[in-house]
């Protein structure tokens, strides 16, 4: 206790011999008014008087237990409203972490995260002036008090001043010394690395070798990738590399080795790449910027930052480390691929989903084309590996364009079927126009899964679910659970018929499989699923009663994409349970409009191009039929659909055509859809039959539109027409003739 007590004690002389003390009491009149107030009886000598004053009590008592006086001393700080100049100089002579404790003080809330925020808002406008920082430098040189003052001030301003330090380091001033600036590199610490880290790549040796100092200084195994090109590197020069290599002995993390030599330093950048590369693709969301991306200008002598998301940081971060893999390896097919698939990911993303890439002289994909496609199935093998789908649709595009159409038989093709088969449905549908692209003339392996592909993207806007549960009420009770959520359902009761609708449905979502669901198990029907190239991305959840979901989920942790959930009848607590599941399964980030929109645009085009090129033997068109006869009343899509139609031999295509022509004789298309039926039914025969064929008759009689009767009139002849109606033509004749 009385440890404790003297302690204490020793605490509160401390505290008090840091101020200019003013005696307590009633404020004199005219005083400060929020010094007036009466206070909790405080454990100090004396009030503080000054804002930094202020402060310091407000750390010091709340450490001692006491938050209500803290929060008093705070208040009567905050009511004196400082100037932005004192703001900026509590921040000065606080640093920054002073006031991220204070606004996550719950005791001192909201006050404490108000204050906080007020002193940072004033420093982002005054405080990181240039001017200011690099008065701050001109002051190391002063006198000794200014000196020590100065270089406090800079480190306690915090990772805001590394630029200008920086670039003061670099084109130094007269009465520099670089030595004192490393020293102010130093005292900021880890938030200075990446600015560091950037600074590195400099080509300016003698620069550069500045920066590896201050990295060294600050002695974080963070830095010991980025010391690898540098340090191992023989394109390097001499006196940074030797450095450098110096700074990556020092920084080694226990768990590694220092590299040998350029082989082993660009195996161990491959794996930070690859690293970096996963990461990417486990953050594929659409996240706004969060993260500074930064890069040194020599040109500037300056820093350079943009502001990116967290996917965007990831694959630059990918990308630069796979280049120095490549550069210390050049001849290595793995850090070529690894090399070309984050670059191809880094262009692609800056261009978005719905564009292509840059074209034309040093661009990407102008390098990647001339790289050869064996390079670049090997990096669209590993962006389908990591499951980044910047990179994959990258490889795609170039791949389209200069892949021999035999490959789709070969290795290309293994890698193309893979793509078709991956969770995000834009990189199916790219690896669907890149097949379609290599104008293959026979048959091969994936070419089915291409119009599979297509058809699905013309009903993008559908959302469907297949709900397979033996008990009919409950799967009809689920389905309006599911309904609630935008889904069309489709129920069935046996496990293989729902397996087919899942399959054969290409606007199909997910799949909700009932515990009792039997012939095959549960397990085999999930691998049934799994299996299918058509389901194989598809959820699967299954639902039953909460008691068996330890003993399901074993058998699901072991199938992707798959999960459990409690059945209930309560409709709220059902979707509760699904929607995370929903979400988290969908594509990665869903499909915009716009998106949605150019992939039907495009696959009613492909389907029609099918057609028009007459190759129906290699891709068959008759799996689109659905697809297409429900895309016939999109505007934007008819034209291409017919022509679609008009090649697939069935009486359900020819019909499809007959009414969306009677329905639209009014429109524009309603010629073009005429002339689209002539050519089906002289291609196939007339396949309608009863009401169909009456309809098609009104149409060539009574049609107000002249174009579409002109159109029909070479298919009277197949209608057989009656001797009544024949003398009825040949009428028309006679007074035509007249």
């Known amino acids: 206790m009385w440890r404790a007590l003297t302690v204490l004690t020793v605490l509160l002389l401390l505290f008090s011999a840091t101020f200019t003390l003013a005696q307590t009491g009633p404020a004199e009149e005219g005083g400060d008014a929020a010094a007036a107030q009466p206070v909790e009886d405080s454990p100090l000598l004396r009030d503080p008087e000054t804002p930094l004053e202020r402060l310091k009590a407000v750390d010091l008592v709340l450490r001692l237990g006491r938050p209500k006086l803290a929060k008093q001393y705070l208040e009567q700080l905050v009511s004196e409203n400082l100037s932005d100049d004192e703001l900026v100089s509590l921040r000065d002579e606080l640093g920054p972490a002073f006031f991220v404790k204070l606004s996550g003080a719950e005791a001192l809330q909201p006050l404490g995260t108000q204050f906080a925020n007020s002193v ?25 008090a200014d000196r020590v003052a100065a270089r406090q001030t800079l480190i306690n301003t915090g990772k805001v001043v590394v630029p200008v330090v920086l670039t003061r380091l670099y084109q130094a001033r007269p009465g520099d010394d670089p030595d004192d600036l490393i020293e102010v590199l130093r005292g900021i610490g880890k938030p200075a690395l990446p600015m560091l880290h950037a600074a590195v790549s400099s080509q300016n040796p003698d620069f550069a070798s500045k920066v590896v100092e201050a990295i060294e200084r600050i002695g974080s195994t963070d830095s010991y990738d980025y010391l690898l090109y540098p340090a191992m590197s023989t394109d390097v020069p001499t006196g940074l590399r030797l450095r450098a290599a110096t700074a990556l002995r020092s920084l080694t993390p226990p768990e590694l080795s220092a ?21 990417a693709a486990r953050l594929q969301t659409k996240d706004e910027a969060n993260a500074f991306l930064w890069s040194w200008n020599d040109d500037k002598a300056e820093l350079e930052w943009e502001e990116v998301t967290a996917e965007q940081h990831a694959i630059a971060t990918a990308e630069q480390f796979a280049r120095q893999a490549f550069l210390m390896w ?6 070529q691929a690894l090399f070309l698939a984050t670059a191809l990911a880094k262009a692609k993303m800056t261009t978005g989903e719905t564009e292509g890439l840059p074209t034309g002289p040093g661009t990407v994909y102008e390098t990647a084309q001339q790289a050869g496609y064996e390079v670049v199935t090997r990096s669209l093998a590993i962006s389908l590996d990591v499951g980044e789908r910047y990179g994959a649709m990258g490889a795609l595009i170039v791949l389209g364009g200069i892949t021999p159409s035999r490959e789709l038989n070969g290795k290309t093709g293994e890698v193309l079927q893979q793509a078709m088969n991956a969770a995000d449905i834009r990189v199916q549908f790219a690896a669907a126009i890149a097949a379609l692209r290599l104008r293959a003339e026979e048959p091969y392996p994936s070419a089915n899964r291409v119009v599979e592909i297509l058809s699905r993207a013309l009903v993008a806007d559908e959302k469907t679910a297949v709900i397979v549960d033996p008990n009919p009420q409950r799967g009809a009770m689920v389905a309006g659970f599911l309904n609630e959520m935008g889904y069309d359902s489709i129920v069935r009761t046996e496990t293989a018929d729902g397996f087919r609708m899942a399959a054969e449905n290409t606007a199909a979502d997910i799949t909700l499989l009932n515990l009792n669901v039997s012939r095959p198990t549960l397990r085999a029907a999930l691998a049934a699923f799994r299996a299918d190239s058509r389901t194989k991305s598809m959820p699967v959840i299954v639902y039953g009663p909460g008691e068996f979901r330890s003993k399901v989920e074993r058998v699901t942790s072991r199938t992707d994409r798959s999960g459990y959930i409690s ?3 309560l409709s709220r607590a059902f979707i509760r349970q699904l929607l995370p599941i ?12 716009d998106e949605r929109l150019q992939q039907q645009k495009y696959a009613a085009y492909w389907l029609a191009n099918i057609a028009n090129e007459r190759r129906e033997d290699v891709y068959p068109l008759d799996e689109a039929e659905r697809a297409l006869i429900n895309s016939m009343q999109n505007p934007d899509l008819t034209e291409n659909c017919l022509v679609a139609l008009s090649s697939i031999p069935t009486a359900t295509a020819q019909n499809a055509i007959l009414e969306t022509l009677h329905a639209n004789t009014g429109d524009p298309q309603a010629t073009t859809l005429a002339q689209g039926l002539v050519t089906h039914v002289r291609r196939f025969g007339l396949l309608l039959r009863g009401k169909q064929l009456n309809q098609l008759y009104e149409l060539m009689t009574n049609s107000e539109n002249a174009d579409v009767r002109d159109a029909l009139a070479s298919l009277s002849g197949m209608l057989s027409p009656t001797p009544k109606a024949s003398a009825e033509t040949l009428k028309r004749l006679t007074v035509s003739q007249q």
């Open 120 to 144: 940072t808002k004033a420093f982002a406008e005054r405080g990181a002036n240039p001017e200011r920082i690099n008065s701050l430098i001109d002051d190391l040189t002063g006198k000794p």
């Open 567 to 569: 059945y209930t009848v």
């Open 582 to 593: 929903a979400r988290k399964y969908q594509p990665r980030p869903a499909l915009t409009l």
């Open 259 to 279: 590299p040998r030599d350029a082989g082993s330093a660009a195996l161990q950048l491959m794996g930070v790449g690859m690293e970096q590369y996963l990461r």
């Open 330 to 335: 050049p001849e290595q097919k793995d850090t």
